[in-house]
């Protein structure tokens, strides 16, 4: 007989229903299973399991605004109260008395409580109380009812939790988590006291080693510590209970935890192993079923012999030996269920790949055959000679097709295997299709001037550096900080010496790029400043009436740089309705905050008001003007409003930033049309007329790179700018309370995504 508690969990992007897949556990194993709690997670465990008597809280209960820690009482009052109705229902008791009998209770509270006030918080750390007590009324509890000595807790949680309330981004203040056993079964720990602490040389699954001491405070000094992995538990509990290990379970059983003779020991080591290896052998054997050319996973091949040993061995009574065998089985079991798990890596990862390069291939045949000025009798003349061939490829492309497609379904590949070998030998058969005029193109390169080679030798090396870069800039946001710092002064540099027109369009590139170097440097786990939220309000206004303005200056230069029509009218109305929607907002989000520091709830109406600004917000820009800079402000006031109401500290000031930059490139890349149009022959009078497509198509050059280039710096730094990979993983919540207090876990990843793509 066993009892667990948990206190949270959350399974964010893994499958989110229940039994995503047919999945064997320590609850399926018992003859009967108990179990109140979140009704995210129990019915997950129970909803299909026919010997279990389960009770959920309903969803609405899980409050932000409130203190969870009821959650909690709930769970263990439901529980009290069957053990007291057993007095009166002897069904229930019989029930209650079998052997082989799990409880699990489900403690949500501490999990609720620490995204919605933070760990720090005196709500959270009552709640740590709480869950100590009742951790105490339980054991008492189980005591006194069933008074025998026969049952065994185990107390852990599946996750922690940052300094701010978030989970998610692997950091171990996240994965490790306390594992308390007790009961029956269970080891009395050992003592070594005038040891130094001892390294077992554990690691966890994913490698780190545990870094954090023992609290002081908690009187363990002395103790042994025991470190498991989180799939160790499983195996721990069923053979705790007497059950075989669950199926699909890849855990190693800590014996460590065990109170047990040698033999009784190796014995149950041994029923772990076996448990991993019929996993491993069933892999193989659907593998080798269905390849047409199968590789075994050669260390197991005698693994029946060595079993045959581990028997003889422990017949023999030497159980050392024995257990040194059985653990080393298991090892190779489970690097043989990792063989089969990455079986095809090699083949998708060559598939993908070059997918990959026959898309980039593809891509610049496309623009050098459509957009560029590449001779026109060159292409032409492939164009004809292709003709002949072209009918030849595609039949051959089709036959590779065709013949991929019977191995793979020989092979009985998922159907996503089909689509990766469509497309890449769909994009090879158009470049091969494409080969009279890739053969031109060499030839015209060959022949070309040896200043040329030069000339787009270094354009391809400073493009790959930059591609390079932005990889880098994976590992490391704060890369972005020196980007913009040397391309502040590059792009000033260049302004003010080849473009000469205007000294304040140098100085305002320069400003607005050192201003955007600054956010790559801040945390990227975004600390609480609602007052930043409010003055970037303010800022968005600012720098909108700004380029309003700017966009109605009147001499040619600045109206031909900003793309202006003269018929706008200065200020328009739906300006004036955007700029009162931003200041709302930012009026909003004061006053939703001041709120909930009283530990208020959300009020319906202000619940209203925020769903309004921020959705009719972003519907506005579609009615704004066409020329560019007009355009491109509508859209960033229409993005203020949910951006202010979802952010929380300095990313809201980035926003501000990141338009600047993106106005101060429109500038630029306006001031070099125009100078290259004055220095041309031919100039246009469409300057006055001004829609955007008033200009003359012209072929690219090799200069128009830096577009494609900066474009994807900027669409890169509007993600790191406030964050980075893990902070998608961990969440946030306290801008959620803006709109909604009740939580579900849809709404949650929408919001994570939705708060990182606004930004774009
Ligand atoms: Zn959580």
């Known amino acids: 007989m066993f009892v ?76 009290q109260g069957l053990l007291n109705r057993s007095f009166e229902d002897p069904k229930l008791r019989q029930l209650l008395l079998q052997d082989k009998l799990v409880i699990f209770l489900h403690l949500l509270g501490c999990d609720t409580n620490g995204h919605a006030h933070r760990p720090y918080s005196n709500i959270y750390l009552n709640n740590v109380k709480v869950v100590d007590q009742i951790a105490e009324s339980m054991y008492n509890l189980m005591e006194s009812y069933f008074n025998d000595n026969q049952t065994a807790y185990v107390f852990t949680a599946d996750h922690g939790m940052s300094d701010k309330g978030s989970h998610g981004d692997g950091h171990p203040s996240n994965t490790d988590t306390p594992l308390v056993a007790w009961g029956a079964g269970i080891r009395s720990p050992k003592f070594l006291a005038y040891t130094d602490k001892p390294d077992d040389g554990f690691r966890f699954v994913d490698d780190h080693k545990h870094d954090m001491p023992t609290p002081q405070n908690w009187a363990l000094e002395g103790f042994e510590r025991v470190d498991v992995n989180q799939a160790d538990i499983a195996p721990l509990m069923a053979t705790l209970v007497g059950l075989p290990c669950p199926l699909n379970s890849v855990g190693s059983l800590p014996t460590h935890y065990l109170k047990l003779s040698k033999a009784d020991e190796v014995e149950a080591v041994l029923a772990n192993t076996k448990q991993i290896l019929n996993q491993f052998l069933r892999k193989s054997q659907m593998k080798q079923s269905s390849s047409l050319y199968f590789k075994p996973f050669k260390p197991l091949a005698n693994y029946s012999s060595v079993l045959d040993q581990i028997e003889d061995l422990m017949s023999a009574r030497d159980y050392e030996t024995a257990m040194k065998h059985s653990e080393e089985l298991r090892r190779m079991a489970l690097a043989g269920l990792h063989y089969f798990q990455t079986y095809d890596w090699f083949m998708l990862m060559t598939t993908i790949t070059l997918g990959y390069i026959g898309w980039m291939v593809n891509l610049i045949i496309h623009v050098l055959q459509s957009y560029t000025s ?72 060959s022949n070309m001037p040896f200043k040329s080679i030069m000339n787009l030798l270094n354009i391809s090396v400073i493009a790959l550096f930059i591609l390079e870069f932005l990889v880098m800039s994976f590992f490391d946001r704060k890369l972005y900080t020196w980007c ?4 502040g002064i590059l792009a000033s540099t260049c302004v003010a010496i080849f473009i000469q027109a205007s000294s304040a369009l140098a100085i305002y590139i320069w400003f607005a790029c050192w201003f955007l170097s600054l956010f790559t440097l801040m945390p990227a786990e975004i600390p609480e400043n609602n007052n930043l939220v409010i003055f970037s309000g303010a800022l968005v206004i600012l720098i909108a009436t700004a380029s309003r303005w700017m966009a109605t200056n009147n001499t040619s230069f600045w109206l031909y740089l900003t793309r202006a029509n003269k018929r706008d009218p200065q200020f328009s109305k739906l300006f004036f309705v955007q700029v009162v929607f931003v200041a709302i907002s930012s009026i909003m989000v004061w006053l939703s905050t001041s709120h909930r520091s009283q530990n208020k709830e959300l009020h319906p109406l202000h619940q209203l008001i925020n769903w309004l600004m921020a959705g009719v917000a972003l519907v506005l820009p579609l009615f704004s003007p066409s020329s560019v800079l007009s355009r ?79 474009f994807t710096i900027l669409f890169n730094v509007a993600f790191f700018g406030t964050g980075n990979f893990a902070s998608i993983a961990s969440f946030e919540i306290s801008s959620v309370y803006r709109f909604i207090t009740v939580f579900s876990v849809s709404v949650c990843i929408i919001w994570i995504l939705s708060t990182k793509f606004l930004s774009f």
Not at 662 to 676: D, R
């Open 4 to 79: 667990m508690f948990t206190n949270s969990s959350y399974y964010l992007f893994v499958g989110w229903k229940a039994n995503p897949v047919e999945f064997d556990s320590v609850f399926n194993r018992s003859r009967h299973t108990i179990s109140f709690g979140s009704p995210d997670i129990v019915p997950i465990f129970c909803s299909s399991l026919p010997h279990s008597t389960w009770g959920t809280y309903p969803h609405e209960y899980e409050d932000f605004a409130t203190d969870a820690s009821f959650l909690d009482h709930w769970s263990f009052d439901q529980f």
């Open 374 to 445: 590449f001779p026109a009798n060159l292409v032409k003349r492939t164009q004809v000679y292709a003709k002949n061939t072209s009918m030849k490829v595609y039949i051959i492309g089709c036959l590779v097709m065709g013949f991929s497609s019977i191995i793979l379904l020989l092979e009985k590949c998922p159907l996503l295997y089909h689509a990766y070998v469509f497309m890449t030998i769909f994009l090879w058969t158009r470049i091969v299709h494409n080969f009279e005029f890739m053969k031109a193109v060499w030839r015209y390169l």
């Open 484 to 487: 913009f710092l040397i391309l």
């Open 632 to 710: 491109l402000t509508s859209i960033f006031l229409g993005f203020a409003p949910p951006f202010l109401l979802l952010s929380i500290g300095y990313e809201a000031v980035f926003y501000s930033a990141f338009a600047m930059v993106l106005m101060g490139w429109i500038f630029v890349e306006s001031a070099n049309l125009y100078c290259s149009e004055q220095n041309g022959s031919a100039r246009h009078s469409s300057v006055v007329d001004g829609s955007i497509f008033g200009y003359d198509e012209r072929c690219l050059q090799l200069s128009d790179l830096r577009i494609p280039l900066l």
